[in-house]
């Protein structure tokens, strides 16, 4: 296990488990104003206001000491934004650097990131240089990735490449060849140094520096409801443009991120409220929770539909044939074709080979969050503990609040409640599984048309299976409904408009019954294509 990830938690009830406490009690500053805390808290600290978003606008322009570090990676993507050609567009990067001349070894300046009159670190400038020195290095090891890309699509446009074509690179290589197998110490040092500050591995990550800690606001006095006010910090292609697919891919990702305020709220006060439920020896107590438990579900249903509307605009933009160029320099380490030996991070580590996953949509907080306090079993299978690996690489304090909804889940058995509460609540947590369900399917649309019909690589970028790893999850949460619809009563009710053990479950509205009915219509006929789909493409790829 890397110093990363954290204990999985119980699987089941344990008694002898003491409860965990509070949320507020955990995690002190969610209803804070998040420009009040100190810039020695986590950028990242879980908050009301700003959910998964850091606290704080993410740090642009870096200290005077690391100007070096920040012209190198304004003058690196493709396409700079004063719209001049960058490093990275004539493969020049790598030489540039391996000069050792344009960047020397900052690493001793990091401890000197003092927030004033403590002794403690300005997390905020941490993870700005995090960010950048992040994109550094994954440019320079995919570089020649990029390279190879680039001669066979050129190749292959008017005939198949050969050993001439492509001369640098190995004709029996991977789609994108190798990349670099060595990262200087210049990046390698300061990047582990600020990794162990923030406790998460040391190549870019998806909130740290691909995504989340990588925009500004246009206007500040705007905030994030408008999707034209966000604006990348940095980029490897064209993502400087706003209106770039490169741009788009990432900025679509913030602009959902912006709404999980409202959810996390309303995940917690669902988990408080069967606490007090199940600890209760009241009868009454149910009937005083159930408006609390049914208000704070409607917040998690409708939070859903805006940040699925934010997802659904994908589409419009990133569009899907320019994905796998900016693609390139988002893969990681781990299990890579491309790093078959791993990557030797100069002056650290031993100098021994590293492996480590690369940036990835899943390393997101919105769906584990859901999968916690709807309590959605994985299978126990290699898929399911790359899922558990990528928490590592979460920011810390968005891995405490996952672990700890998760284990409060458990401690609570939520699953069993929500099922055999009432007609009402069944439905409401129907609807909430739909909503994980409908996440994950357009997830998967996105890896169908984005990738696999565009490319042969056989892993994702974090390194998971391409094909079979997404609808591992799918599955599960499908499975996970028809359980609820049966075991819960509905499927009854909606057959017969009544449910025959009588009592509280003796009614449910027409209304109610058509939504159930056309949710597990989707259900029934998804799980068949998705199994169709992952067949199809399995045989492809001989997988």
């Known amino acids: 296990m890397t110093p990363y990830l954290g204990h999985d938690s119980p699987a089941g009830p ?19 104003d998040p420009e009040s805390l100190p810039n020695s ?25 690391f100007k070096p570090l920040q012209k190198i990676v304004e003058d690196m993507p493709m396409i700079k934004l004063d719209g001049s050609p960058g490093l990275l567009a004539s493969y020049e990067l790598g030489p540039f650097i391996d000069t050792g001349t344009p960047l020397s070894d900052l690493t001793d300046e990091i401890d000197k990131l003092i927030v004033p009159s403590t002794d403690k670190h300005d997390l905020h400038l941490v993870t700005a240089l995090f960010r950048d020195y992040s994109f550094l290095a994954s440019s320079y090891l995919l570089e020649p990735c990029w390279k190879t890309w680039n001669d066979r699509r050129a190749a292959t446009k008017t005939k198949q490449p050969t050993a001439a074509d492509c001369p640098h690179v190995i004709q029996d290589s991977p789609e994108y060849g190798y990349g ?20 998460i591995p040391p190549f870019m990550s ?7 800690y990588n925009y500004y606001l246009q206007d500040a006095t705007k905030g994030h409801d408008d999707y034209s006010n966000l604006r990348l910090v940095r980029a490897f292609e064209r993502g400087l443009d706003p209106t770039s697919s490169e741009a788009g891919f990432i900025l679509t990702h913030i602009n959902m991120v912006a709404l999980t305020g409202p959810l996390v709220k309303g995940v917690v ?72 030996n791993g990557v030797i991070y100069e002056g650290c580590f031993d100098n021994t080979p590293q492996n480590f996953r690369g940036e990835s949509g899943a390393n997101d907080s919105i769906i584990p969050l859901l999968d916690n306090m709807c309590q ?50 069944a439905v409401l947590y129907l609807r909430v599984l739909n909503h994980i369900r409908s996440f994950r399917w357009r997830h998967w649309m996105f890896v169908r048309e984005y990738i696999i019909k565009r490319s042969k690589h056989p892993v994702a970028t974090g390194g998971s299976p391409i ?77």
């Open 180 to 199: 670099r197998s060595t990262l200087p110490a210049c990046i390698a040092r300061p990047l582990v140094k600020l990794a162990d500050i923030l406790s």
């Open 376 to 425: 959605v079993p994985m299978p126990k299978n290699p898929l399911t503990t790359i899922l558990r690996e990528f928490r590592g690489y979460r920011p810390e304090s968005q891995r405490s609040v996952l672990t700890w909804t998760e284990s409060k889940a458990t401690e609570l058995d939520t699953r069993e409640w929500f099922t055999n509460a009432t007609p009402e609540i």
């Open 41 to 65: 808290t986590d950028p990242f600290t879980v908050n009301a206001t700003t959910g998964f978003l850091p606290t704080k606008l993410p740090i642009v322009d870096l200290p005077d000491v």
């Open 206 to 212: 998806y909130a740290a520096s691909y995504a989340l």
């Open 467 to 543: 094909v079979t790893w997404l609808p591992n999850q799918l599955a599960a949460v499908m499975d996970l409904m028809e359980d609820v619809y049966r075991d819960s009563g509905l499927q009854a009710l909606v057959a017969e408009g009544q449910f025959h053990g009588g009592g509280e479950m003796g009614g449910l509205s027409v209304g109610s019954r058509k939504v159930v009915a056309g949710i597990m219509d989707v259900v029934g006929e998804q799980k068949v294509k998705l199994e169709r789909e992952v067949k199809k493409y399995c045989e492809e790829r001989g997988v």
């Open 14 to 32: 344990n008694n002898d488990v003491p409860p965990l406490p509070g949320f507020i009690k955990a995690f002190p500053h969610f209803y804070e």
């Open 269 to 340: 006060e669902v988990l408080e409220s069967i606490e007090i439920i199940r600890k209760s020896s009241s009868p009454n107590e149910s009937t005083e929770q159930s408006p609390r438990i049914k208000d704070a579900l409607h917040l998690v249903l409708s939070t859903m539909e805006r940040i699925e509307s934010n997802m659904e605009r994908m589409w419009a933009n990133s569009v899907p044939k320019d994905y796998p160029t900016y693609r390139t320099f988002i893969f990681g380490i781990m299990n890579q074709p491309l790093f078959p």
